[in-house]
């Protein structure tokens, strides 16, 4: 993400309305004011008042910035694993699994799990002369394992031929989590040939 552009005033805040200092991921939020910002929402008041928390408006990304000011981000504060009491972006889970060789592209999910909160779930397309086996998918924990904290690699492997993906490419993890649960798909207007 970088650094904020002049006149703009970022911070990462807590869930209990708290500012954190560096290295502690948390809702990336800004300072109103800039000349900008969006006003209203035209006949919707509560609607605009929503976007605020404490004074800032909430972007709806997790985030942290470091101990040099730059803000790194986690993803979308609904896309947050929450696994054993972390957070954990599944964008970082995907960029592991498909840094492996037999991988083509993977979609990571939170499934509810009575013990951890969520277990990290991924849906991994494989290359075409990759086989599916029980041993890839134990390769693949192994390999997320080694690339990231202990407790952010996926519990459960599922191999899929195709992702479902926006017209511009980004993986509709709400349709992925849907089908998991069993639950409505909603909206698919934006959803490419699937």
Same mark, same amino acid.
């Given at each position: 993400?970088g650094?904020?552009v002049p006149?703009?005033?970022a911070? $990462?805040?807590? @869930? &209990?309305?708290?500012?954190l200092g560096?290295? &502690?991921?948390g809702k990336l939020?800004?300072?109103?004011g800039?000349?900008?910002?969006?006003?209203?929402i035209?006949?919707?008041p509560?609607?605009?008042?929503s976007?605020?928390e404490?004074g800032?408006y909430?972007?709806?990304d997790l985030?942290?910035? @470091?101990? @040099?000011?730059?803000?790194?981000f986690?993803?979308?504060a609904?896309?947050?694993?929450?696994t054993?009491g972390?957070?954990?972006?599944?964008?970082?889970? !995907?960029?592991a #699994?498909?840094?492996?060789?037999?991988?083509? !592209?993977?979609g990571?999910?939170?499934?509810?799990d009575?013990?951890?909160g *969520?277990i990290?779930?991924a849906f991994?397309?494989?290359?075409?002369e990759?086989?599916?086996?029980?041993? #890839?998918?134990?390769?693949l924990?192994q390999?997320v394992k080694k690339? #990231?904290?202990g407790?952010?690699?996926?519990k !459960?492997? *599922?191999?899929? @031929? &195709?992702?479902p &993906?926006t017209?511009?490419g980004?993986?509709m993890?709400? $349709?992925?989590?849907?089908?998991?649960?069993?639950?409505?798909?909603?909206d698919?207007?934006?959803l490419?040939?699937?």
């Amino acid at each position: 993400m970088g650094k904020p552009v002049p006149e703009i005033t970022a911070a $990462i805040m807590s @869930d &209990k309305g708290e500012i954190l200092g560096p290295n &502690k991921i948390g809702k990336l939020v800004l300072k109103p004011g800039w000349d900008s910002m969006m006003r209203k929402i035209w006949h919707r008041p509560e609607k605009y008042k929503s976007y605020f928390e404490h004074g800032w408006y909430v972007t709806g990304d997790l985030a942290y910035r @470091d101990n @040099d000011g730059y803000f790194w981000f986690v993803g979308r504060a609904d896309d947050v694993i929450k696994t054993s009491g972390e957070r954990v972006g599944p964008f970082e889970v !995907e960029s592991a #699994l498909i840094s492996h060789p037999s991988v083509v !592209e993977a979609g990571v999910i939170g499934k509810p799990d009575p013990m951890r909160g *969520e277990i990290i779930k991924a849906f991994v397309v494989l290359k075409k002369e990759m086989k599916a086996t029980e041993a #890839l998918k134990e390769e693949l924990s192994q390999h997320v394992k080694k690339h #990231l904290a202990g407790h952010a690699y996926p519990k !459960e492997i *599922e191999f899929i @031929d &195709k992702l479902p &993906k926006t017209r511009s490419g980004k993986i509709m993890r709400r $349709i992925l989590k849907a089908k998991e649960l069993g639950l409505p798909i909603g909206d698919t207007s934006t959803l490419e040939e699937y």
